[in-house]
């Protein structure tokens, strides 16, 4: 049983990889999975950051609006997490792959910077950047690594309160983002989902939207998530395992 399992999660891979490596235009989406094994907790796993935290009251504009300093305590409690984290083979399977096909597209809901790390360059960081700041009043937006600081931040230009540039639950992504994102999907001839679990809209329904233009899905994840009945081929795997096989 244990040799016809296995058999079967290397025809998966060689498929997958058969098809990836032979395709024109390739896009990626991961979630937090794909971060796992570097050491970043996921959102929705048995020691994920909901299970512990409650997510209205540290990542929600009112979150923020009622308690900014609290928020801002999460937020560098995640970067001091994440400061001591490194792109793990899946990560470095994708800055591979990015560079033997001829038009890839990696969107990740990740806000770890992980990929820009490992060296990927087509990003689209859907739920924004932990390691970027954005000012509530003038809007500016910049880099900024520090991990202990007088919480809130204020912005050198204006005074006004330095928030997190990332998406909140119960906001809207960047127009210009989303489209560039739907529009990599639409071109897709592959779509590869890798560790999320597929609950979070609009990164929920990528798949659907890649599938019914065309594209094949294949998804990566531990286990089988609500969507992988939509999918064309699901791997169960380790992210940091399979990817690598996939890209060689
Ligand atoms: P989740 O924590 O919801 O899901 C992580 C997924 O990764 C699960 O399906 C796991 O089975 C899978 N997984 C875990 N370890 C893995 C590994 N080593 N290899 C492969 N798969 C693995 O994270 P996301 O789907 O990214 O948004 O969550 C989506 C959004 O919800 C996040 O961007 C965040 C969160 O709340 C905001 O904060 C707005």
């Not at 204006?158 to 560039?180: A, H, K, M, N, Y």
């Not at 639409?186 to 809209?201: C, M, N, P």
Request: overall charge neutral; proline content about 5%.
């Amino acid at each position: 049983m244990a040799l016809n399992n296995s058999r079967t999660l290397r025809d998966k891979i060689l498929k997958a990889r058969e098809l990836i490596l032979s395709s024109e235009y390739v896009v990626v989406l991961t979630g937090a999975g794909i971060s796992a094994e570097s050491g970043v907790p996921t959102f929705r796993g048995s020691d994920g950051i909901w299970r512990n935290y409650n997510a209205m009251e540290l990542a929600t504009p009112e979150a923020f609006n009622t308690n900014p300093k609290l928020v801002w305590e999460f937020y560098l409690w995640r970067r001091r997490l994440i400061a001591s984290c490194n792109p793990n083979p899946a990560h470095y399977a994708l800055v591979k792959l990015e560079q033997k096909v001829p038009f890839f597209t990696l969107i990740t809901q990740n806000v770890d910077g992980l990929h820009h790390k490992a060296g990927s360059k087509n990003v689209l960081e859907i739920h924004g950047n932990l390691w970027r700041v954005r000012c509530t009043r003038c809007g500016r937006n910049e880099y900024d690594t520090k991990t202990e600081m007088d919480v809130p931040p204020r912005c050198d230009s204006c005074g006004g309160i330095l928030r997190p540039d990332v998406v909140w639950f119960g906001e809207t992504l960047s127009t210009d983002v989303l489209s560039e994102a739907i529009n990599s999907l639409k071109k897709a001839d592959i779509l590869l989902i890798v560790g999320t679990s597929g609950v979070v809209e609009p990164a929920a329904s990528f798949g659907m939207i890649a599938r019914q233009d065309g594209a094949f899905v294949i998804e990566v994840n531990l286990e089988k998530t609500p969507r992988s009945g939509f999918y064309n081929l699901t791997i169960t795997g380790k992210a940091g395992e399979v990817l690598p096989q996939i890209v060689g």
